[in-house]
């Protein structure tokens, strides 16, 4: 009997497809199991890509090679790109590539995660932990190597490598795709996201907190009004049980994660114009206005993208380790005095002055589980996950010394989410690194400047040689 050829996925004409300014996209679904060690049981994810095309060069899918995105995270779904005529994908299309934006599994509309999606599928915590646990860089960098050989079917080995760009979380998942599958990839660009080599957090959050004392400090030398400000925010939290209009809680320590903005570019802007708000809602009207409870409330991502929670310390875990809550763990070991929630202790410097309160960054809490009402119910899972003990190996310290892969990426030297030091000692781990360190640019530098990618394409053809 003979064999039935699937048609290729690059000639389906059922594809849903679009014009945007300087390119033509194409929506894809593919099913990838669940559990690579065990493909043949059955459970697997659905994970959307779309894919750009240069306008004018739809006939030529088969040949242009790929460039794919990895987005940061963990937990959020890439954007859509509106133009291909600008920022980084206009620099891919320009070195000659189609473009593939991923939803890494678990986000966007790659089988994502929520409370209710696992109560449909499963009725014990312990199930949903199990599922969940597949929900990291390793699995997403499998999925990607299982599209790749879609897509590159038919093509010559070497024609059939990706390019990479990873920013944040992204660079994190490269670093796990040149661990694993090497061959694969034709080059890689990293940004804001040149992982620790760590087998738990702990050392992470032991150096981003002194980033988030400096960022604090610069941010009440910017506005030194609001240090009463937020001191008579946090009293009224302190004082007054705040609910949000999503059915959340304001508490004292959820208002200091508003300090996470302080990573990007303009943070410190926004963050004031809350406490501006809050404080004249306080003065005027004796409590916090919807306005600004909405306003809040729509500045945090936990409850839209729960997954940012419950796997944030979970992409450091190797080799077992559990991650037993470790922003918490570390904070109140080292730094407790220094990110106080409480107003009894923070009046005992005086009532009406005193110290800055002050925010805190990209950290996650067991508290939050009661705080945000959409991870309320995620808690048993959160819990389960932060001391779960089954993590396997994301990084090869051993392929990565040996890694023949053309690598460059930028490393913003004041980043608050992923420490510069840490990340250097990475880089110079990884053979044929090529580092760029800058203080020009925060976390967010790829979407804020397109410079950030034609010079990352300038160092690793050659042309900048004066690091």
């Not at 049981?41 to 794919?68: C, I, T």
């Not at 960098?141 to 070497?158: G, N, T």
């Not at 996950?385 to 990565?400: I, P, R, S």
Request: aromatic share 12%; charged share 20%; net charge negative.
């Amino acid at each position: 009997m003979a064999t039935t050829v699937q048609p290729h996925e690059l000639d389906r004409t059922d594809i849903e497809t679009y014009v945007i300014p300087g390119g033509t996209v194409y929506e894809r679904f593919f099913e990838c199991p669940l559990d690579y060690s065990q493909p043949q049981n059955g459970q697997s994810v659905r994970v959307f890509v779309r894919h750009v095309v240069p306008l004018g060069k739809e006939g030529q899918m088969r040949e242009l090679p790929f460039f794919l995105y990895l987005q940061g995270g963990p937990g959020f779904e890439c954007r859509f790109p509106g133009s291909a005529k600008g920022g980084w994908v206009s620099t891919a299309i320009t070195e000659g590539y189609q473009i593939l934006l991923i939803d890494q599994r678990g986000t966007g509309l790659s089988s994502p995660i929520s409370a209710d999606s696992l109560d449909a599928r499963f009725a014990s915590t312990t199930e949903k932990v199990e599922y969940v646990s597949n929900f990291r860089a390793d699995n997403i960098v499998r999925d990607c190597e299982h599209i790749r050989k879609i897509l590159c079917r038919d093509r010559a080995d070497k024609d059939s490598k990706l390019a990479l760009l990873g920013q944040s979380f992204g660079g994190f998942c490269i670093t796990t795709y040149l661990s694993l599958f090497p061959e694969s990839v034709s080059k890689a660009f990293i940004t804001g996201g040149v992982p620790p080599l760590v087998d738990g957090p702990d050392a992470v959050y032991q150096a981003t907190y002194g980033r988030m004392l400096s960022r604090n400090k610069q941010y009440y030398e910017r506005f030194p009004r609001d240090v009463a400000r937020v001191r008579s925010i946090m009293k009224h939290l302190n004082e007054v049980d705040v609910a949000l209009p999503d059915g959340g809680r304001l508490s004292p320590r959820r208002f200091q994660q508003l300090g996470i903005s302080f990573g990007f570019t303009g943070g410190f802007d926004s963050v004031h114009q809350l406490v501006f708000h809050a404080a004249n809602d306080l003065e005027s009207l004796g409590k916090l206005s919807t306005h600004t409870l909405t306003a809040i409330a729509g500045s945090q991502s936990f409850d839209s993208n729960p997954l940012y929670c419950i796997m944030h310390e979970p992409i450091y875990c190797q080799n077992g380790t559990p991650s037993l809550w470790s922003a918490h763990r570390v904070r109140e070991a080292q730094f407790a005095a220094e990110f106080e929630h409480s107003w009894d202790r923070i009046a005992a410097s005086g009532e009406d002055s005193g110290p800055p309160v002050r925010f805190t960054g990209e950290t996650v809490y067991p508290w939050m589980l009661d705080d945000y009402a959409e991870l309320r119910k995620l808690k048993d899972v959160a819990q389960g996950l932060a001391e779960y003990t089954g993590w396997g190996q994301l990084y090869d310290v051993d392929v990565l010394a040996k890694n023949k892969v053309p690598v460059a990426g930028v490393s913003y030297y004041n980043d608050m989410f992923v420490d510069f030091y840490l990340s250097e000692k990475t880089a110079q781990a990884v053979q044929g690194f090529r580092q760029w360190v800058t203080n020009e640019y925060h976390h967010n530098g790829l979407r804020d400047d397109s410079r950030v990618m034609t010079y990352l394409v300038s160092l690793l053809r050659g042309d900048i040689t004066d690091l």
